[in-house]
C-alpha cells in the first residue's frame, strides 16, 4: 500500500526541472541545483536509498509470491507474508507484484520527462495499463473491492486529463513545437494500438469454433462437470453444501449464481414470455424439478405454460 509513496521518496534526488536560466534544480527544493557539488555530494545516497527502498523490496516480494504455493503451509510463512496475499483471490495471489511494478512505473515518468505534459502522459499509460489489468483479472477478493478500484483509476485519469489542459499553458514557445510533432506521433501510434489485437481475437474465435482441439477441451470440460457432481452429490450433504456457500466470498459466491443460471436457462431451455422475465420463469421451474411433490408441481407448470406465463413444460424423471 505504502510502496507507491516509498518509492517516490527513494527517487526524490533524481527529480530535477528546468528553469528559464537553463539550469536544473531539485523539485523538492529549488536552491539545489542538479549535477552540481552539493547534488553530486547526495548521489550515493540516493542510489543506495533505490537499491534497498525500491529494488531491495521488489526482489524480497517478489521471492515471497514465487515461493508461496510451496511455502504457505507453514505457519511462520502465513505469518509474516500474509500482507502480501490476504487482499486478493488466491488464483491472483502475485498482485502486490502489480502494485509494486506500478509505484516504480509513476515514479519514472518524473525521471524521464521535464515537460509537464510529458510526465501526465506517462502517469496515464502506467495507469491505463493498472486499468486494463485490473478489469482483466479481478484481484480482489470482494467484487464491489473491484468495481471501486477500477472506478476510481477511471476518475484519476479523468482527472489527469484535465491537466493537460493547465500543463499544456506552462510550454514556452521555444518548446511548443517539439511538443506538437511529440504528440502528432502519439496520436498517430496510439490509433494504430487496437490493430494488433484484432488477429489474435479473429484466431481466437475460429479456434473455439472449429477447432478439434476446442471440442475436445469442451467434451473434458463437461465430463468433469459431472464427474465433480456426482462425488459431490455423493460425498456432501446438504448442510456441508451451505457451509461452504457460507464461507464463499461475494464474488466467487457469484459465479455460482451465474453458474445455475447458465444451467437453468440452457440445459433447461426456459424461455420466457413477454411481461415476464427470465428469473422469474426459472425460479418458477426450479421450484417445481426442486420440490418432492413432483406431481402438483407439474399440474402447476401446465398450468402456467396454458396462461402463457413464459414457463416451458419439463419432463419429470
Not at 59 to 65: D, K, Y
Not at 231 to 249: M, P, R, W, Y
Not at 272 to 297: C, H, K, M, V, W
Request: charged share 15%; aromatic share 14%.
Amino acid at each position: 500500500t505504502f510502496f507507491a509513496g516509498i518509492s517516490a521518496m527513494a527517487f526524490t534526488l533524481f527529480k530535477c526541472a528546468s528553469n528559464p536560466n537553463g539550469i536544473k534544480t531539485l523539485t523538492a527544493d529549488r536552491s539545489v541545483n542538479c549535477y552540481e557539488d552539493d547534488w553530486n555530494g547526495m548521489v550515493g545516497l540516493g542510489v543506495a536509498a533505490i537499491l534497498i527502498w525500491v529494488l531491495g523490496f521488489a526482489v524480497l516480494f517478489g521471492w515471497a509470491i514465487l515461493w508461496s504455493p510451496k511455502l504457505f503451509p507453514r505457519i511462520e510463512f502465513q505469518t509474516r507474508w500474509k500482507f502480501l496475499f490476504i487482499k486478493y483471490r488466491a488464483d491472483v495471489h502475485w498482485w502486490s507484484m502489480v502494485f509494486v511494478v506500478k509505484g516504480i512505473l509513476l515514479n519514472l515518468g518524473f525521471l524521464l520527462f521535464d515537460s509537464a505534459v510529458g510526465q501526465i502522459y506517462w502517469i496515464m499509460a502506467a495507469l491505463v495499463v493498472y486499468l486494463c489489468a485490473c478489469i482483466t483479472f479481478t484481484p480482489w477478493r470482494h467484487m464491489w473491492v473491484n468495481v471501486l478500484d477500477i472506478w476510481s483509476h477511471t476518475c484519476l485519469l479523468l482527472m489527469l486529463s484535465s491537466l493537460v489542459w493547465f500543463a499544456a499553458r506552462g510550454v514556452s514557445s521555444s518548446e511548443e513545437a517539439d511538443a506538437d510533432s511529440g504528440m502528432s506521433r502519439f496520436t498517430v501510434a496510439t490509433s494504430f494500438l487496437a490493430l494488433p489485437c484484432i488477429l489474435p481475437v479473429v484466431a481466437y474465435l475460429v479456434w473455439w469454433a472449429h477447432s478439434e482441439g476446442a471440442v475436445e477441451l469442451r467434451r473434458k470440460v463437461a465430463n468433469d462437470f459431472v464427474k465433480l457432481s456426482k462425488h459431490i452429490s455423493l460425498t456432501s450433504g446438504e448442510v456441508d453444501f451451505e457451509k461452504f456457500i457460507n464461507t464463499l466470498a461475494d464474488r466467487d459466491f457469484a459465479y455460482i449464481q451465474q453458474a445455475e443460471r447458465v444451467l437453468t436457462q440452457e440445459l433447461l431451455h426456459i424461455q420466457s414470455r413477454p411481461g415476464y422475465s427470465s428469473s422469474f420463469t426459472r425460479q418458477t421451474t426450479l421450484e417445481a424439478i426442486l420440490s418432492e411433490d413432483i406431481d402438483s408441481n407439474d399440474k402447476r407448470l401446465r398450468s402456467l405454460n396454458s396462461e402463457g406465463r413464459g414457463v416451458p413444460h419439463v419432463v419429470m424423471v
